[in-house]
């Protein structure tokens, strides 16, 4: 089977799904979570189908800038359909779907730079796959951060629109962007912890740049878990050093893809 097909087809749910939450929460009513959480479960079905042709290859796995993107987004749309099913963390979606339908659209479309298939044994596919969720998850919790921004600005002038009032209280979404950063700060040191013990050359693997950038991203995000932990940090505080932390790790991972595959072609 071609991707063309079940991208196109995921696309299109992913953007009718963002639609018709966002024209609900502009009616100041409340969506449907079981329609929404449906739209949301087939789209990603078929975004994972279109993945599953465009990674895999005769020679190993293709995990170009692109593909990566889609995979990663895909992996985030996944966590938080499954953490709605216990926690009110709905509204996410609604910045998620947009995301889903851009990476899907764009892997499919957009030309891949140069890269070499991945053939590696289970140590480095670990490596892969804690890398992808730290990332997932702390892509989950810089979109809470950016609510919780707008939920705090709109509450402090006392002007909540239709979207905000369906939130739930702003302490509840300051402990759930912390309880993401604690799961994906776990899971970067995982990432970190395979990578060292299963990578034998940085630097002729072109990878110290990333390892270097991935460490700083580390420390910015224990630095903030222990400010929550030891000096109540929250607010606008805790928001800038997730947003800090997020681009010294995407700078790590995209940044890095970007310039090797499509300036340095290697």
């Known amino acids: 089977m071609h991707p063309l097909l079940p991208s196109l087809a995921a696309a299109l749910l992913y953007a009718g799904a963002a639609a018709y ?62 953490a709605c099913l216990r926690i009110p963390v709905e509204n996410l979606l609604l910045l998620l779907f947009p995301l889903g339908t851009l990476t899907v659209l764009a892997a499919e479309f957009m030309p891949s730079g140069t890269i070499n298939p ?29 609510l919780l921004l707008l939920q705090d600005h709109q509450l402090k002038h006392k002007h ?22 604690f799961a994906g700060w776990l899971l970067l040191s995982l990432s970190l912890l395979s990578g060292a013990l299963y990578i034998d050359d940085l630097l002729a693997q072109h990878l110290a740049h990333k390892t270097i950038l991935s460490c700083f991203a580390w420390v910015v995000f224990a630095v903030l878990l222990w400010g929550r932990h030891q000096l109540g940090w929250r607010g606008h505080k805790a928001i800038r050093w997730t947003l800090a932390g997020f ?8 940044g890095s893809k970007l310039v090797r595959e499509f300036i340095l072609h290697i």
């Open 247 to 254: 681009c010294l790790l995407m700078l790590a991972y995209f």
């Open 21 to 82: 939450q966002g024209l609900r929460l502009t009616q100041r009513s409340i969506p449907d979570k079981r329609l929404l959480a449906l739209l949301g479960v087939v789209a990603l079905c078929l975004h994972g189908v279109s993945l599953f042709y465009q990674l895999y290859g005769a020679h190993g796995l293709y995990l170009d800038f692109f593909n990566a993107a889609s995979l990663i987004a895909s992996a985030v749309i996944a966590l938080i359909l499954l």
């Open 118 to 146: 991945i053939n590696e044994h289970p140590g480095i596919l670990a490596h892969i796959l804690f890398s992808i969720l730290a990332y997932g998850m702390l892509t989950i919790a810089v979109f809470q951060s950016i």
């Open 160 to 181: 909540p629109s239709g979207l905000i009032r369906n939130f739930p209280p702003l302490q509840t979404m300051e402990t759930l962007l912390f309880g993401f950063l």
